[in-house]
Structures are given as C-alpha cells and as structure tokens.
Antibody, heavy 119, light 113 residues
C-alpha cells in the first residue's frame, strides 16, 4: 500500500523556521517526482514546490521562493520542506504529494501537517 | 501564470440527480506531444487530503466509480457526477500541470439540496 507519512507541524513565531518531512512507503521514492501543496484554513489548494526524481529540477511558487527549500533523500525514502522566514500567511495544512507516472496529476497524498505561524 | 476558474462556487444537488462542474483555464491544457489534456479533477472531503478522480481530462483513476466522468479539451473542461450519492458531498478541484508547476482551480462545493 502506498503511504506518505508526514511529520508533526506546530506553532511557529513569525520569522521562525520549521522543517517538514514525509516518509514514503509501499513504493520506490526515487522513481517519482514529488510536490508540496498547502491549504490555508477554509481555503483552496495551493501548490508550493516540486522536485524531480533525482533532484535535478526544483521549482517553487512565487509566494515561497527564496524562503522555502524542497529536498529529498531517496535512500531514506524521505521528502523534506525547509521553511524559513515564516509569515502569518504561511499558516496552512501542508501536504506532501506524489506525482503520477504520467507526470500530469497527483495520485497520492500525505495526511497533512498543520503549520500555524503566529505571535 | 495560468489562472483557473470554476463554476459554480457552490452546487446544491438532490440525491440521484446530476451534478456538473465547469473549469476554465487561461491557457490551453493540450499537450501536443501526446495530444492529451493535462487537466485533472480531485475530490476533497472535510479533514481529508484530496483524492484524484480524473486525469488527462477524461481518464478515470483506478477505483473511482463510473458515475464520475470528465470531458473537455483546450481551455474548457467539465466534471459530471451522473447520479449524486451522499458520499459525493465534497469540494471538487480542477488542476492543470504546466512546465513542472501546478495550478488548482478555486474549488466547487457540492452538497445536498
């Protein structure tokens, strides 16, 4: 069974940092491109970042570029999102997500991690 | 950047009735390399992550009931639930993939009339 199990989130002060992790099981992580997607409370889905199978290609949404860093460890079957300089509007549930083999859809999602940025 | 719109924002539907959700993109979703539209549909229930329903505009994901269907090409797409069941109450999002970036529509909330 394909599973993406995410780390706990938490409360962070504005300007603070947090690293999210996502452990993959039931499939070989190195065979898939991966994303992070977030959802602010009561709002829609917002794509955050994308990383190719071998980390050669990395992309970010304008809203997080320069503050967030996506990375992966295919040996540890783990995807990461390092979030720095956090702002109030980064408050959201963050999902790690696996791209489908055809590359055009997300076919598996983590359970979601709530990150709250507040003073 | 691609902008995606959905209509309606909210859709009350009686059990057994048809639900139709529209999605429009500011840029064509057609991938001319394979003549497929990179447009997907997701269902999200409260407190759960989204679930993939349809990809390539009209291909149903494995395990998705056949009452869900997708259609359209280019910039205009439709998700249809042929006979609404109680478990279909959810928010539905369209999504387009372009240049390794993803854009989601704002969502359509389907609930019971």
């Amino acid at each position: 069974e394909v599973q993406l199990v995410q780390s706990e989130g938490g409360l962070v002060h504005p300007g603070g940092s947090l690293r999210l992790s996502c452990i993959a099981s039931g499939f070989t992580l190195r065979s898939y491109n991966m994303d992070w997607v977030r959802q602010a409370p009561g709002k829609g889905l917002e794509w955050v970042s994308y990383i190719t199978r071998n980390s050669a290609g990395i992309f970010y949404a304008d809203s997080v570029r320069g503050r967030f860093t996506i990375s992966r460890d295919n040996v540890k079957n783990t995807l990461y999102l390092q979030m720095n300089s956090l702002r109030d509007d980064d408050t959201a549930v963050y999902y790690c997500a696996r791209d489908s083999e055809n590359g055009y859809a997300i076919d598996s999602w983590g359970q979601g991690t709530l990150v709250t940025v507040s003073s | 950047d691609i902008v995606m719109t959905q209509s309606p924002d909210s859709l009350p539907v009686s059990l057994g009735e048809r639900a139709t959700i529209n999605c429009k993109s500011s840029q064509s979703a057609l991938d001319r390399s394979n003549n497929k539209n990179n447009l997907s549909w997701y269902q999200q229930k409260p407190g759960q992550p989204p679930k993939l329903l349809i990809y390539w505009a009209s291909t149903r994901e494995s395990g998705v009931p056949d009452r869900f269907s997708g259609s359209g090409s280019g910039t205009d797409f439709t998700l249809t639930i042929s006979s609404l069941q109680a478990e279909d109450v959810a928010v539905y999002y369209c999504q387009q993939y372009y240049g390794s970036r993803i854009t989601f529509g704002p969502g359509t909330k389907v609930d019971l009339k």
